[in-house]
Nanobody, 117 residues
Framework: QVQLVESGGGLVQAGGSLRLSCAAS????????MGWYRQAPGNQRDLVAH???????NYADSVKGRFTISRDNAKNTVYLQMNSLKPEDTAVYYC???????????WGQGTQVTVSS
């Protein structure tokens, strides 16, 4: 079992920045592709950013140029740097890890990000 623990959420004004972190409990992290999802009230959970085991990234169109996903395999941690935040970025952000060998997803508990206008 892999546990994912997010941190770094909070309240920020529009135009500000936050960095989210997600730490994995096991060294299996290196074999997981990682992603950040978000869910606003009444909405579905959507993919924000994704990074493969080799470091390739992709982003939702709404965050391209503002958000950056990265990973530090030595620390079993994935990050989401969020710049130029907008009120519409307000949501609970979830860390996800996917093991393609056993086709299993792992989820963190979520961290709230609130952007005030």
């Amino acid at each position: 079992q892999v546990q994912l623990v997010e941190s770094g959420g909070g309240l920020v004004q529009a135009g500000g920045s936050l960095r989210l972190s997600c730490a994995a409990s096991r060294s299996i992290f290196n074999s997981l592709s990682m992603g950040w999802y978000r869910q606003a009230p009444g909405n579905q959970r959507d993919l924000v950013a994704h990074i493969t085991t080799s470091g390739s990234t992709n982003y939702a169109d709404s965050v391209k140029g503002r958000f950056t996903i990265s990973r530090d395999n030595a620390k079993n941690t994935v990050y989401l740097q969020m710049n130029s935040l907008k009120p519409e970025d307000t949501a609970v952000y979830y860390c996800n890890g996917f093991n393609s060998v056993v086709h299993r997803h792992y989820w963190g508990q979520g961290t709230q990000v609130t952007v005030s206008s």
